[in-house]
Nanobody, 128 residues
Framework: QVQLVESGGGLVQAGGSLRLSCAAS????????MGWFRQAPGKEREFVAA????????YYADSLKGRFTISRNNAKNTVYLQMNSLKPEDTAIYYC?????????????????????WGQGTQVTVSS
């Protein structure tokens, strides 16, 4: 079992920045592919970004490239999402998720059904 706990959400003005963190336990973190997803009110959950277990590969939703950066610190069992130039449409609950299969397939997946473990989410609200 993998436990994931997100933190770092909050209220920020448009144009501001936030860094989300996701701490993992219960598994060898360095073998997990990790992803971030978000769900806005009344919308389906959508892919944001992912990073491979080795940190050699990252992948972003096209609409977020250049503003969001995913990274990981295996020594701290933590994955991060740096969000810059935030917009009101970035308002959502942000979830981190773990993909144990990434270690074996060695490519990043973006569909939420491919991720086996999920955190409880952290709210990000961007005011205009």
């Amino acid at each position: 079992q993998v436990q994931l706990v997100e933190s770092g959400g909050g209220l920020v003005q448009a144009g501001g920045s936030l860094r989300l963190s996701c701490a993992a336990s219960g598994h060898t973190f360095s073998t997990l592919g990790m992803g971030w997803f978000r769900q806005a009110p009344g919308k389906e959950r959508e892919f944001v970004a992912a990073i491979s277990w080795s940190a050699n590969s990252t992948y972003y939703a096209d609409s977020l490239k250049g503003r969001f950066t995913i990274s990981r610190n295996n020594a701290k069992n933590t994955v991060y999402l740096q969000m810059n130039s935030l917009k009101p449409e970035d308002t959502a609950i942000y979830y981190c998720a773990a993909d144990p299969g990434n270690y074996y397939r060695d490519y990043i997946v973006t569909h939420d059904t491919e991720y086996d473990y999920w955190g409880q989410g952290t709210q990000v609200t961007v005011s205009s």
